[in-house]
């Protein structure tokens, strides 16, 4: 029996992950201090977005596991390395209770949220790629069939 728990959104992962960002910059996390709630909840979306792109669990693994999962996958641009550089600064508020400048939060926000608009434009070029060449390909066999028919 299904529970609410085991419900799927079946939306794009970036729909969703750009409604998580915008939940994320409604809280009072950053001026009431809550840095290390605030960089959960950001880590996460990322997180969780990417590994729903790229059909990995990342949301159980250490920053260095995710690092090494990554460089088999080529993230567009420099990603590969920022978003690592992004994950071991947010371990040092989450864990070693670093307090960021507000102005680093709203950096890291906008990182994420680039990050996501990236993927996803990275993601869709790939899809209609891969789209395009099913059609050739199932267009050049249908020639085929055509030409043996006669």
């Known amino acids: 029996k299904k529970t609410e728990d085991d419900f799927e959104d079946s939306r794009p992962a970036w729909e969703i992950a750009f409604e998580k960002l915008a939940l994320l910059k409604e809280t009072d996390y950053i001026e009431t201090k809550k840095h290390k709630e605030y960089y959960l909840e950001l880590t996460e979306i990322a997180r969780f977005f990417l590994g729903k792109i790229y059909k ?23 990603l590969q390395n920022e978003m690592g550089q992004f994950l071991k600064e947010s371990d040092l508020v989450k864990f070693a209770k670093l307090i960021p ?31 395009a ?12 069939a055509k030409v043996e028919q006669y």
């Open 56 to 78: 990995i669990n990342l949301l159980d693994m250490t920053t260095e596991e995710f690092i090494e999962n990554f460089a088999e996958i080529s993230l567009p641009g420099e």
């Open 101 to 131: 400048e507000k102005n680093k939060a709203n950096l890291d926000f906008d990182f994420v949220y680039g990050m996501v608009e990236t993927v996803r434009a990275d993601f869709e070029k790939k899809e209609t790629e891969k789209l």
């Open 133 to 144: 060449r099913q059609k050739l390909s199932q267009s050049g066999k249908f020639e085929e």
